[in-house]
């Protein structure tokens, strides 16, 4: 991996992800054999793990990281629903050798991940890319999802949606790789997974207009994802409430787990309301 890609996922905070939960030291999440296993989706092996009774949860992790992401929510959720933490197509221990890699690809992978397990639907969380797959899911596969938790999520790729400052760390690396020649098999896996941060996603307004389910929205107030971004996200789909953290980056669920936990259940865990009339006064 070169040298600019790992800094800018330890800025993200990819690299940084400690494997072992506070709540529990002695489970390695992302390398447990015990709970861990391989699923034939849609043309690859699919890395899950699984943890916890209950309605199922499932947590979708940002651009090349994998389910380490969530060692503070597995062991909180595990509590109380059946948590599936999957490792998207390409990244973390899902291989993926092929050439295309897109958001749609993966919202459709984990549709299908759902249907391998015999699950009519299920809770997300998505953070990051991981949020962008949840908004596809959630459009593209409506059935698929109950309630849906996303946080650090864009639309589109440009200035608009994202701070310029990374905008400019991250499309002179998708240069220098699209540019190199006999790139190696590291490479060019970093090559797609840049590509999809520059130029994807392209989502509408009326496909996330499309999302049945109730939705929380989620950003930080600092975020790279600008927050009249992610307002603009939750002024879109029809059932959604909006979350905005102050004092806070990208790093939401890590930064703010206890709070970012609490919430999240609660809002799996309580009816969707409409506020309208009156009710704006409560």
């Not at 840049?194 to 049945?212: D, F, H």
Request: aromatic share 10%; hydrophobic share 40%; net charge positive.
């Amino acid at each position: 991996m070169q040298r600019s890609l790992i800094l800018l996922l330890i800025i993200l905070g990819f690299s940084s992800c400690k494997h072992y939960s506070d709540n529990d030291s002695k489970v390695v999440y992302g390398d447990n054999a015990a709970k861990g296993k391989y699923l034939e989706i849609r043309g690859f092996k699919m890395y899950i793990e699984t943890y916890g009774e209950g309605q199922p949860l499932l947590l979708i992790h940002g651009n090349g990281g994998s389910m380490k992401h969530f060692v503070n929510q597995i062991p909180f959720f595990a509590k109380k629903y059946k948590v599936i933490a999957a490792d998207s197509r390409a990244q973390g221990k899902s291989q993926d050798n092929g050439d295309s890699l897109n958001y749609e690809m993966m919202a459709d992978d984990y549709a299908a991940l759902l249907d391998a397990m015999k699950i009519d639907s299920a809770f997300v969380i998505g953070w990051s890319d991981g949020g962008i797959n949840g908004l596809l899911l959630a459009s593209r596969h409506p059935e698929k999802v109950k309630k849906l938790a996303v946080a650090s999520a864009n639309l589109w790729p440009d200035s608009t949606a994202m701070q310029k400052e990374f905008l400019d760390l991250i499309r002179p690396m998708y240069s220098d790789l699209k540019n190199k020649s006999n790139r190696t098999a590291a490479e060019k896996k970093d090559l797609k997974l840049t590509r999809m941060m520059v130029e994807e996603p392209q989502i509408s307004l009326s496909e996330i207009n499309k999302i049945k389910c109730p939705a929380l929205v989620i950003g930080g107030d600092h975020d790279v994802i600008k927050e009249e971004h992610t307002m603009l996200i939750y002024k879109n789909i029809p059932k959604a409430y909006l979350w905005i953290l102050p004092n806070s980056g990208h790093r939401i669920m890590m930064s703010y787990k206890d709070n970012f936990n609490k919430t999240v259940d609660d809002f799996f865990s309580t009816p969707y309301r409409e506020i309208r009339g009156r009710g704006r006064f409560h």
